[in-house]
């Protein structure tokens, strides 16, 4: 059965740095998302993607993040300077037309 | 917008035992509703959703949840549960209308099943 896979499953970085978090969403999917969970709280949406542009974003989503389909295949998640708070596990999720959101093992983001 | 209320943090239940876990919702339009499972290690996997029609739906793995319009609440329910149900259970809505509407989770309630 297809599958939304995430790379790496664990990321370290240190704070100011940028990141770069991967996503390969089920191949005939069209609409893309990004969910963040910090520790103990909510799975919090991030951004939708569809037709190679945003479609919504949450007030979490500012200046400094930005997400990209580069090719046909993956779809990324960019922070460009890491805060401590950004600090949590990062979903992604991918959609064809139904109105079922298919979820990757997510991608723990530590921040030091 | 909406909102979604899991009461229950945690709920440890003996094996073989029945169990619910509460999810009540606030919206002002018509909501879909999830229940997402993570085990372990692992990601979000849909256990079972309602989008219309009958208000009590299945998974396959005998859990059940039954949508209360007027109560606004989606619960999940087994009559005996296992210890591979053991795993952390989020309940989520997303709105009807909107195309690429995002989903609004619940904060979880984490199951843990004890021999």
């Known amino acids: 059965e297809p599958e939304v896979t995430q790379t790496p499953s664990h990321q370290v970085t240190q704070m100011g740095q940028e990141v770069i978090l991967r996503c390969v969403p089920i191949s005939n999917h069209l609409y893309f998302y990004w969910y963040r969970q910090i520790l103990g709280q909510k799975v919090e949406f991030l951004v939708s993607?569809?037709?190679?542009?945003?479609?919504?974003k949450s007030e979490i989503f500012d200046d400094q993040f930005s997400v990209e389909r580069p090719d046909g295949s993956n779809f990324t998640l960019k922070i460009r300077s890491t805060k401590l708070e950004d600090s949590a596990m990062y979903f992604c999720?991918?959609?064809?037309?139904?109105?079922?959101?298919?979820f990757g093992p997510g991608t723990r983001l530590t921040v030091l | 917008a909406q909102s979604v209320t899991q009461l229950d943090s945690q709920v440890p239940v003996f094996e073989e035992a029945p169990v619910e876990l509460r999810c009540n919702y606030s919206?002002?339009?018509?909501?879909?509703l999830f229940w997402y499972v993570q085990y372990p290690n692992q990601g979000l996997q849909l256990l079972l959703k309602y989008l219309s029609g009958s208000t009590l739906v299945e998974s396959i793995n005998g859990f059940e949840a039954e949508f209360n319009k007027s109560q606004t609440s989606f619960h999940l329910r087994k009559p005996s549960v296992h210890i591979s149900d053991t795993a952390e259970y989020f309940c989520a809505v997303s709105d009807q209308g909107s195309g690429n509407t995002p989903l609004v989770f619940g904060k979880g309630t984490r199951l843990s099943v004890i021999a």
């Open positions: 919206s002002s339009v018509s909501v879909y």
């Open positions: 999720a991918s959609r064809r037309n139904t109105d079922t959101q298919y």
């Open positions: 993607f569809y037709n190679n542009e945003i479609s919504e």
